[in-house]
């Protein structure tokens, strides 16, 4: 018998950071949550941190996660904005870490290969595969939903070497 294995999928952003949690037993996918940490953009860098961190502590302490992973960079030409998604992104990081999950890293686009089949999908075919996979999934956000396919993403490779050496930041 395979025992269900939790996970936690992040998309980290500033403004919005997606949540998304699935177990997952042998190749059976289910939906258990998934919503939108957000912070307050009229307040200091910090204090967003701040928000990002306390909001995502209170989804690792509600759903009980056994692994997490998280969405690389994405890097832009702007570099202010990408340095902030980093710092956002560090708090993804921390927090599941903190905890003392192991937390592992997926490219874009392996995100994208494993979910809907391409690298290069749009938000609405990632939504849409989303649905398929888990019909009874539902999300408050497009980032809710980038932290639902992480999430898969993580189920489908968690096995690999790869994801190991991810999960140990040697990636």
Known sequence: MTHAIRLLGIDPGLRRTGWGMIETAGNRLSFIASGTVTSDNKKSLAERLVE???????????????????????????????????????????????????????????????????????????????????????????DAADALAIAICHAQHRGSASARLAAQGAA
């Open 52 to 142: 990002l961190h306390d909001g995502l502590r209170e989804v690792v302490s509600r759903h009980d996660p056994m692994e997490a992973a998280v969405e690389h960079t994405f890097v832009n030409k702007d570099a202010g904005a990408t340095l902030k998604l980093g710092q956002a992104r560090g708090i993804a990081l921390l927090v599941p870490s903190l905890a003392g999950l192991p937390v592992a890293e997926y490219a874009p686009n392996l995100v994208k290969k494993t979910v809907v089949g391409t690298g290069h999908a749009e938000k609405d075919q990632i939504r849409a595969m989303v649905k398929i996979l888990m019909p009874k999934a539902t999300f408050n956000s497009d």
